[in-house]
């Protein structure tokens, strides 16, 4: 299978008066188009750095080198407008809170119309339809009436799912979701796992999704790959990395966690934890 | 059980004001007894952390009453705690809201010890070394798996997980009878969640108070509580020993809940959706027989 999203040795510093923090020690991933590539590892790690990054989207005074394909254009060496055209257009984001991508004050159909008539040029009446599709498909119900509604007249899993639409509204091919249910109760982030995974299948997306939560990692994830400090430690298919862990950071994981292989599942096993971080 | 409840919470009701009032607890009662652990889970919203604020006499209900140690809990007055509530302690879902960021740990730790003299002072007690529980601000952060050096560190050089051992040493360090924890590993890496879930519920026990753990994961909830109570819309819908609702619950809800949890197995298997529309029954399941 050939990679749709292509990220080779990409390494990434923030230079400060100091000099440079490395915070990517050089990360190389494929994802092809289908599939669910998932990014865990503990806090501080470099995972939404890394989304970030493919985003366009990295930190003020970042120094990057490697190469990010999408097919055959390497994100990394865009700038301006061509870099813009590609951000939204070809690569879509969820994020972890969905008003880092629905702005408060304007209605949800304002914001959707405006996002696809920039990025794909279309007249007012085709955007608002289109507009209309993405909802329904994303599972709001109410049709052209939803479209007059702002963000907060909406519950938390219904606004993920408005952000999942903003998100793919231009057909990218390519999606960035950074903990996209770990502010969702259970329930709901059952449901918002569900569409994301009948999307991907659907609509043959590549994923990159960033979780720390390695239940939703085993429920979603075709491919894992673990970061520490950095670097990517463990890759492979979901159920090899999960069963049969190569490296002794994703073991470590894996035991301290509820219900996985090696991992508690009394709370005798509760005991056995060490008291270190 | 045998001993007598630390805590009788007897139909509580909560109603914040609005129009129409929000009725956020709607009629819940519970004891709780020394030396065990119960986990409090539902969804947001459902009224776990109203509940806490009535336990802590933060909040005066609408209707019911609480009782602690057999007396009628005074919600706070003007001149803040009476010394004898301070038995109920508490540690928040943000440990970074509820340490001070500009005085050291050590001191921090310091003022829960003394919380606990000044209360044994009202009863003519005195704290004595030979207790279970450390008089020494070091030897606290020690025993929540710090070093004692720590001592001299300010909250913000410490990592979310530090700081929550340390919001919880300063807890227990004031002696209560009743540990209540609001979320309190919510804010944590998933990898340290049931390390300091567990290391409350030990240190609690082991110098015999209650520890009531609020929690939305229930996976963590499950290793460490004796007992589960699930609380939907306000109610407690299901009560029991948490093996046997984890193997049995008998309220719809609490399938659900239970349903939806994703199991870190590899198997790629995605949770169980429940219909968004369905309102579950408000009645709390019969789990005798
Ligand atoms: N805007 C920024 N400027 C400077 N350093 C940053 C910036 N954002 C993140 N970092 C640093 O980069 C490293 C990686 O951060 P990143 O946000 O990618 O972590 P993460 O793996 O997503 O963690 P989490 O699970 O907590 O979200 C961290 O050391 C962080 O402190
Ligand atoms: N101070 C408040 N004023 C008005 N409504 C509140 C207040 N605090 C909580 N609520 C409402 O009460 C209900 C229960 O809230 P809460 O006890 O915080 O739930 P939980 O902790 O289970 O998430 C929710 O509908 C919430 O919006
Ligand atoms: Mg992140
Ligand atoms: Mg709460």
């Not at chain 1, 509604?149 to 390519?174: D, K, N």
């Amino acid at each position: 299978m050939t990679a749709l999203l292509r990220i080779e040795d990409l390494t990434l510093g923030i230079k400060d008066e100091d000099g440079v923090t490395p915070i990517l020690r050089g990360i190389s991933l494929d994802v092809a188009a289908g599939q669910v590539q998932g990014l865990a590892g503990e806090s501080g790690s470099g995972k939404t750095i890394t989304g970030m990054t493919v985003m366009g989207m990295e930190p003020a005074g970042s120094v990057t080198s490697g190469h990010i394909w999408l097919e055959d254009t390497d994100l990394l060496a865009l700038r301006g407008k061509e870099l813009n055209q590609v951000r939204g257009q070809r690569v879509g984001m969820v994020f972890q809170d969905p008003s880092a991508s629905l702005h408060p004050q304007l209605t949800v159909g304002s914001q959707l119309t405006d996002h696809v008539r920039y990025h794909l040029k279309l007249k007012r009446a085709a955007a608002t339809d289109l507009a209309c599709d993405w909802l329904e498909r994303v599972g709001i119900p109410g049709g052209r009436a939803v479209l007059r509604r702002y963000p907060h007249e909406f519950s938390g899993g219904q606004r993920q799912r408005i952000a999942i639409a903003m998100a793919l509204a231009c057909s990218p091919g390519v999606l960035i979701a950074d903990e996209p249910t770990t502010a969702l109760d259970v329930t709901v982030q059952a449901g918002v796992l569900a569409l994301l995974r009948e999307l991907v299948d659907t609509l043959h997306l590549a994923v990159l999704f960033v979780t720390h939560d390695l239940g939703v990692m085993s429920a979603i994830a075709d491919n894992v790959a673990v970061m520490h400090d950095g670097e990517i430690v463990e890759a492979g298919p979901r159920e090899q990395v999960f069963t049969n862990p190569a490296h002794a950071y994703t073991r470590s994981l894996l035991a301290s966690l509820p219900g996985a292989k090696g991992g508690l599942l009394s709370r005798a096993d509760l005991e056995t934890l060490g008291g270190g971080w | 059980m045998s001993a007598e409840p630390v805590i009788q919470a007897r139909d509580i009701v909560v109603e914040y004001p609005g129009h129409p009032p929000l009725r956020a607890v709607d009629g819940v009662s519970f004891d709780l007894y020394p030396g065990e652990v119960v986990g409090l889970v539902g969804e947001s919203g459902c009224g776990k952390s109203t509940m806490a604020r009535v336990l802590t006499g933060l909040l005066k209900p609408t209707a019911g009453e609480v009782s602690y140690l057999g007396q009628p809990l005074r919600p706070l007055g003007i001149g803040g705690r009476a010394p004898e509530l301070t038995g109920i302690q508490m540690v928040f879902q943000d440990p970074g809201s509820s340490l001070n960021p500009r005085r050291r740990v050590g001191k921090q730790i310091q003022d829960g010890i003394d919380t606990a003299a000044k209360r044994m002072a009202c009863l003519g007690q005195r704290l004595s070394r030979d207790d279970p529980a450390p008089i020494d601000p070091a030897e606290w952060l020690v025993r929540v798996g710090m070093q004692a050096s720590d001592v001299r560190r300010f909250p913000h050089s410490l990592s979310g997980g530090q700081r929550q051992r340390v919001a919880t040493a300063r807890a227990l360090a004031a002696r209560p009878s009743v540990l209540i924890g609001d979320e309190p590993i919510s804010a944590l890496d998933a990898s340290t969640q049931a390390k300091v879930a567990h290391l409350m519920g030990k240190l609690a026990v082991s110098q015999g108070a209650c520890l009531l753990f609020i929690s939305h994961d229930l996976s963590v909830v499950r290793l460490i509580a004796d007992r589960i109570m699930v609380m939907y819309r306000g109610r407690i819908v299901e009560r029991g020993p948490t093996a046997e609702i984890w193997s049995e619950p008998r309220h719809p809800y609490t399938k659900a809940l239970l349903g939806a949890i994703p199991v870190p197995d590899g198997a790629g298997k995605l949770p169980a959706v429940a219909d968004p529309g369905v309102a579950y029954p408000l009645e709390e399941a019969d789990r005798t027989g």
